[in-house]
């Protein structure tokens, strides 16, 4: 129901990415032209180019932010309206089958994750997935030669956040269903208080809320560490792919063969290499949040 918002943060969203291969787009006629042929007219338009795409990404990235941010606290609303009115016409069978600790878990704890799906994760894939493309056809104009190596990168960060994202689904699940446990018991010792007291149960029940949180805490410990095993493994295959990358521009630039780069091409290319790093670790670390909005969207 909120689609132009919503189009509307996604468009702002491709333009704040659109903008980020123009920094080392800058790189290569700065240092040729600027501080190598000294060009008077390019050295003048220098700063205005800069000025305006830092005013241009300002203003693209807060219209891109508020929007998404207006349209993920109006689908948590309605979601919450919806749910509390079906709530309010279930029958009498539903409540007795489920306990209010976990309804209550349902509106308050589960619907806010969906906000994490909605909004932070989505940004993060949209305008990181643009920027990599952007970096991507700005390197394959630059040098297709040394583009071929950053190719490498995708199956193996593919292939890592495919493993992670189902371990992450499963141990999200399962605290979700961890979270609802403890809200029950505590339910029933807040509801049932004077009968724990009377047959002298609080060190029983003491025990039993001690079990189900250490279950949390330990399913926490596990997504957490499926979590953050993600941005050290495309952190290395990257740098191993930069290093490559690094060798054969030297080896390029260095060679007797004709394709010699300038100095100019070389720096923009590197620029560009190292800008491609950020945005892929965030598309791996974006998993974490969008499973967990996932499976509390599910439940």
């Known amino acids: 129901p909120y689609w132009r918002m919503f189009v509307l943060s996604i468009v702002a969203l491709i333009l704040t990415a659109a903008t980020e291969p123009l920094l080392p787009a800058l790189f290569k006629p700065l240092l040729d032209q600027g501080f190598v042929a000294k060009d008077p007219d390019f050295i003048r338009w220098v700063p205005v180019l800069l000025l305006a795409l830092f005013i241009v990404r300002g203003i693209t990235s807060f219209v891109s932010t508020y929007c998404m941010a207006w349209v993920g606290s109006r689908l948590v609303m309605d979601l919450r309206a919806t749910m509390f009115d079906k709530l309010m ?15 209550i878990a349902q509106l308050a704890f589960n619907v806010t994750q969906v906000t994490q799906s909605a909004t932070s994760s989505l940004t993060t894939l949209v305008r990181d997935t643009v920027t990599v493309l952007g970096l991507l056809g700005y390197l394959l104009w630059l040098n297709w030669q040394l583009t071929l190596f950053v190719g490498v990168l995708f199956p193996a960060v593919a292939l890592v956040m495919r493993v992670l994202s189902k371990r992450l689904h499963k141990l999200t699940v399962q605290t979700q269903k961890a979270i609802d446990n403890i809200a029950y018991v505590v339910e029933e010792n807040v509801l049932a208080w004077r009968i724990v007291r009377l047959h002298g149960a609080t060190s029983v029940q003491g025990q039993r809320f001690g079990a189900q949180s250490q279950r949390l805490r330990q399913l926490m410990v596990k997504s957490v560490a499926a979590a953050a095993t993600s941005s050290p493994i495309t952190q290395t295959i990257a740098s191993v792919a930069l290093s490559a990358v690094v060798v054969m521009a030297l080896w390029q630039s260095g060679g007797a063969d004709g394709r010699g780069t300038t100095v100019g091409g070389f720096a923009a290319f590197v620029g560009a290499m190292l800008m491609l790093v950020s945005p892929l670790k965030h598309l791996s670390d974006s998993a974490g949040p969008l499973t967990r909005g996932l499976a509390a969207l599910e439940r």
């Open 89 to 103: 016409t279930l029958p009498t069978r539903y409540f007795d089958q489920n306990p209010s600790g976990q309804l």
